[in-house]
């Protein structure tokens, strides 16, 4: 979690005047105090941090919350969740930022590093070629990626925990059944789901690396090529985002 501050501060600058300068330890120990009373999806207690410093630091014009919640989930013992085990949920984490002002709050929810990779139905050709291209054309391929998602609502009046599972499943579901001719391709339709899928959702952002896997020549061994063995490379890769917004006439490409 992070918290940042801004308003009129300058003198704690100017003149080392710290009279409206709120300590981070006292800040920290709010979180804490805070958490073991009002913690709830990350977004609503974003909002409550939000309205708590602002009621009680004058000087303060916005606070930022940024929050990424770590979950967990129960081991199982036979058929039975276990009382003290637990494992970490993922690989993907869930995030938030709310920033909260005098006259009006943004929150943005969002999703890292979710893992996904399709084995079939992608392709990538029809590119320019120069004498320095070496990469060949394909109409099957796997692709793969580590996708960061981040989205804002249009108001924060609704049921943030199933309005962020809504969002996540529009997300997989569009990547797993959309034909994809690149890897930008199937990032538009994504956002395009959710802008349809989702009411509450207003804008999306997605940035999407690629993370090649490149098939191996089995023929030098004498055996053959069923387009099953790849190798995983970390670099070089493209890394592809963009942002879709509404209007009155429906999403819109930023």
């Given at each position: ?31 804490y ?60 984490t ?21 893992l996904?990779?399709?084995s079939?139905h ?13 990469l ?35 997300l ?49 061994f ?13 670099e ?14 429906g999403?819109?490409?930023?």
């Open positions: 979690m992070a918290v940042r501050f801004t308003g009129d501060y300058e003198t704690s600058y100017t003149e080392g005047d710290n009279r409206h300068v709120l300590p981070t330890d006292t800040m920290k120990n709010t979180v105090a805070l958490a073991a009373v009002e913690l709830g999806e990350p977004e609503a207690f974003g909002l409550t941090l939000g309205r708590h410093f602002l009621s009680r630091n004058p000087r303060l014009k916005k606070v930022r919350v940024a929050i990424t919640d770590h979950a967990w989930r129960r081991l199982t013992s036979g058929d039975r969740a276990h009382g003290h085990a637990f494992m970490r949920r993922g690989p993907d869930r995030t938030a930022i709310v920033d909260s002002a005098r006259e009006d709050t943004t929150v943005i929810a969002g999703i890292d590093d979710l996904i990779l399709k079939a992608s392709a990538f050709a029809g590119f320019p070629r120069d004498e320095y291209t070496t060949p054309e394909t109409r099957d391929r796997l692709l793969a990626t580590s996708m960061t998602a981040t989205w804002r609502y249009r108001d924060a009046a609704i049921d943030f925990g199933s309005t962020w599972y809504a969002v996540r499943a529009a997989l579901e569009s990547f797993a059944g959309h034909d994809s001719l690149s890897v930008q391709h199937t990032l538009y339709a994504m956002a395009q789901a959710v802008l349809e899928a989702v009411a509450e959702v207003s804008e999306i952002k997605l940035v999407m690396p690629n993370k090649h896997h490149l098939p191996v020549d089995l023929s030098k004498g055996l053959e090529n069923r387009n099953e063995i790849f190798v995983a490379t970390e070089p890769f493209g890394l592809i985002e963009a942002t879709l917004a509404r209007d009155r006439s999403p819109r490409r930023l």
